[in-house]
């Protein structure tokens, strides 16, 4: 029981040590003490979530898909490991499974408005300007001012009808 204690605050102790690595801009470092906390408690979610984001920072895209995979696998609820592994998976071009894990994310979390908008980007790249379209709508519901889903707001309106100038939220500018 003494020895299952100590590897539980070694595990606190890497995980603590990878958030001051990161915080501090020390990517490989934060990458070596997320693994060094997962060979303590291989089962710790939030390392593995951690994990995934320090490859992410980095761009080794492959590396972060294989965590998030793993995060998904261990729980499918998990809607951060779906989109998070949409983001890397648009990242290297693999778009329809991007947007096939962005539907996940949102299956997890109806609200999931990054996840809206990360597939609404790629919907819109793909000349897909119906299902874009309904992907800004869902994202404006939740957060109409956020300048993600503004920028996306306007792709897809210009996209749409290029020589239909774009009102301002409370009417026209005079």
């Known amino acids: 029981m003494r020895d299952s204690f100590r590897e539980r605050i070694a595990s606190w102790f890497f995980l603590a040590a990878g958030i001051v690595h990161e915080l501090g801009r020390r990517p490989d470092e934060a990458e070596e003490a997320y693994r060094q906390c997962l060979l303590k408690d291989p089962g710790s979610d ?23 995979a793993e995060l998904a696998e261990r729980d499918p609820s998990h809607e951060n490991a779906y989109y ?11 778009e329809e499974e991007a ?9 997890a979390y109806a609200k999931h408005h990054a996840a809206y908008v990360v597939m609404g980007r790629i919907l819109l790249r793909q000349g897909r300007l119906d299902e ?23 792709q897809v309106h210009l996209a749409a009808d290029p020589a239909r100038p774009l009102s301002e939220p409370g009417g026209p500018k005079r």
């Open 46 to 68: 939030t390392a593995l979530f951690l994990l995934g984001q320090v490859l992410e920072d980095q761009e080794k895209w492959e590396e972060a898909i294989g965590v998030y």
């Open 84 to 94: 998070h592994r949409a983001c890397c998976l648009a990242k290297l071009g693999r």
């Open 99 to 107: 947007v096939e894990d962005c539907r996940r994310a949102i299956e």
């Open 132 to 154: 874009a379209g309904v992907a800004v709508e869902r994202a404006m519901e939740m957060k109409p001012k956020d300048p993600a889903v503004l920028q996306l707001a306007r």
